[in-house]
């Protein structure tokens, strides 16, 4: 993880450099709006990742009974959650540049927006139960039961109904409509954001270890 | 026979009808129901009625109503079937008697038929007062059926969630709206185009698989859910 740490911060750089100085803005977007996508998917992604480790971890919980699994699923929320609001931020920029107004109630949207409720949700849950076994039973319950709906809200529901957004990365013709320089910044965010989140992972976790016995 | 040498069905059955019998002496789920959805009827018929918008714009808003409607009428009542239980000190006996699973499928089946007395009355009445035209009823009730089942096993599991919680009618509410908005959705989208003459396939397919996916999520976590 020091490793991770200490290669995070040339690496994300050089994304951030190559987003803005190697790229040339893609056509058919109004100014240099279309540099969002190195920013704004990556976070949509990590976010959508966070939940699906909320999951795992939930449902180590449920086998195991062992209370670190679930400060980590709780982290992994957390964390979600932070990836997610970003994801809205970075898309409302976009909107507000591209459409003339920074929320459009557009389906993809709307689906992050209900996204952050439903997990802000869990939050909810874990703070209404007193009894920390029961709190973390319900809670990993709770995020597994959403990790099943969850892509109904974030890739079904949106697909069926007229969106403004651009086309996603995973369109109906299976193929990356990019340039390779594109291609290349795109997938090196993807991976640095992942990255992000496995360290900041660890750190809450670690976190969350040193506060239990206070808890 | 013992409760525990009947099959899971037959419980799960057993578990609706005490629902059921206990429902029919006291009537206060329905009744409540009925009261907040008549009265959630007349409050849209009154802002809505005068404004007498044209037919096209009115499809969408129409759904999007009725949808909200019977979403929060069932949001009064459902919740109450766990709830209860634990209020009232029987979800120990419960437990005893049943697994997670059979219990959250017997609750399910009784807030199931709930959901279709709210329709029955809701939908008829939402038509006669604000003069929406069906033109495709079977549409319009494979829509509400459809629904019904993914409101009913969704709003049951996560009863089962919050019964032991605090502020739990509160937190039901803030737990159910987003894990609902993916059937809300295709539900208002398929019941304008019933409204409209025509059977929507992609939100009722869509319908179908929420509904799937939210029946084997609810029944591989009962366990988890209900258990002391």
Known sequence: MKLLKLLLLPYMAAVIAGAFLWVEPAEGFLGESSRIVFFHVPCAWTAALAFLVAAGYSLAYLLSRNARFDSVAHAAVRLGLLFAALTLVTGSLFARIMWGSFWNWDPRESSYLLLLFLYGAYLFLRAAVDDPERRARIAAAYALFSAVLMPFLVFVVPRVTRSLHPQTVINPQGKILMDTPTKTVFFAGLLGFTALFLWLLELEARGARVRQPTN | MTPTRLGFWSRAWA????????????????????????????????????????????????????????????????????????ETGTGLALRAVAPGAVVIAGKAAFNFLLFLAIAALSVPTFAV????????????????????????????????????AGQRNVLFLVVSFPLLAPLLLPAIAATVAASQGSFAAAPLRVLVAYDGAATCAAYLLAGAAWED
């Open chain 2, 15 to 86: 578990v609706c009808a005490k629902d059921a019998a206990q429902e029919g002496k006291r009537r206060i789920a329905l009744g409540s129901i009925l009261f907040f959805a008549a009265t959630a009827l007349a409050l849209v018929s009154y802002a809505v009625g005068p404004f007498g918008l044209p037919a096209d714009a009115r499809a969408s808003l129409d759904a999007a109503l009725l949808w909200i409607i019977l979403f929060f009428s069932a949001a009064t009542g459902l919740p109450r079937a766990l709830v209860r239980e634990e």
């Open chain 2, 129 to 164: 007062l604000l003069e929406w035209r069906i033109e495709s009823s079977a549409a319009l009730v494979a829509v509400v059926l459809l629904g019904g089942v993914g409101l009913s096993i969704v709003s049951t599991f996560l009863s089962a969630l919050v019964a032991r």
